[in-house]
């Protein structure tokens, strides 16, 4: 049974002029493709996310220096600037699509910005990518209401189901966020792992539906990159992001409060 950490890196948008709404969570084409020849230099081997849960299910050794590339909503700069980087290298990596952001059929609105397609999508799992869920308009799942939030787990997977031809084993939280109910929903609905964001690394005691992962940004320098993928400093660097969560969960509490409340009196 393995104890080691893995690096679970959360990529957004890859695009030199993104939306407004998805700037700090983003990277620029240079600043991606910079940052996996550092993985690459340092011998880094990419697992999907269903791989990094088979071995440790399985209780199996990982690579020396396992990481986990993870892309979460659907930009469509995924498949523009990353496809071609991650191709260069042999890396793997998971892409968790919000099924109603995907440009087509399923649609229903509310993107943050340029999306994939589902042609896209489709050849990004052909080239070796992990396709899997983010929910199907990416709301916080654990403001729903049972019903809406079966919803909104059950119509991904089904959605990738029909359109890849295979049904998804991964999922990601939108927004990182999750409670005992979201979690059961997604693993009564077939998933077999799932993912936050908690800004540390990933070891198989957090469980399969709670592994976090750590942040990459517009503003993540190559220097601080290279601490991220090495486990180092890791509270010094998300210190603000922890404190900034630990103060917006009590106000989500408080609104879970005030929705089963509500629910109550119906």
């Not at 993104?18 to 990419?46: C, I, K």
């Not at 930009?75 to 890396?91: K, S």
């Not at 601490?227 to 009590?250: I, M, N, P, S, W």
Request: hydrophobic fraction near 40%; aromatic fraction near 10%; charge should be positive.
């Amino acid at each position: 049974m393995s104890a080691q950490r893995v690096p679970i890196l959360m990529y957004h948008a890859v695009a030199y002029a993104p939306a407004r709404a998805v700037y700090t969570l983003s990277v620029s084409p240079e600043a991606f493709a910079a940052q996996m020849r550092l993985l690459a230099e340092r011998e880094f081997t990419p697992l999907t996310t269903r791989q990094l849960a088979a071995a440790w299910r399985a209780g199996s050794g990982l690579p020396v220096r396992p990481v986990v590339i993870t892309f979460d909503d659907g930009y469509e700069g995924v498949h523009r600037y990353a496809l071609p980087v991650l191709a260069t290298h042999g890396f793997r990596a998971t892409l968790f699509a919000s099924t109603g952001w995907v440009r087509g059929a399923h649609e229903s609105g509310g993107a943050l910005d340029l999306m994939l397609t589902w042609d896209q999508v489709r050849e990004l799992a052909a080239a070796g990518l992990e396709i899997g869920g983010h929910s199907h308009t990416h709301p916080q799942l654990d403001q729903l209401t049972d019903e809406r939030l079966r919803f909104e787990v059950r119509r991904c997977k089904d959605i990738l189901t029909a359109e890849l031809g295979r049904a998804p084993f991964s999922f990601a939280y939108p927004y990182g966020y999750s409670d005992r109910r979201v979690r059961h929903c997604v693993r009564a609905a077939g998933f077999g792992v799932s993912l936050a964001v908690g800004n540390a690394l990933a070891a198989r005691p957090q469980g399969p539906y709670a592994l976090e992962r750590v942040t990459v940004r517009r503003s993540t320098g190559i220097e601080e990159f290279g601490q991220l993928v090495e486990g180092r400093a890791l509270g010094r660097l998300f210190l603000r992001d922890r404190a900034l969560t630990k103060a917006y969960a009590v106000y989500r509490r408080t609104k879970q409060v005030v929705r089963k409340a509500s629910e109550a009196r119906v």
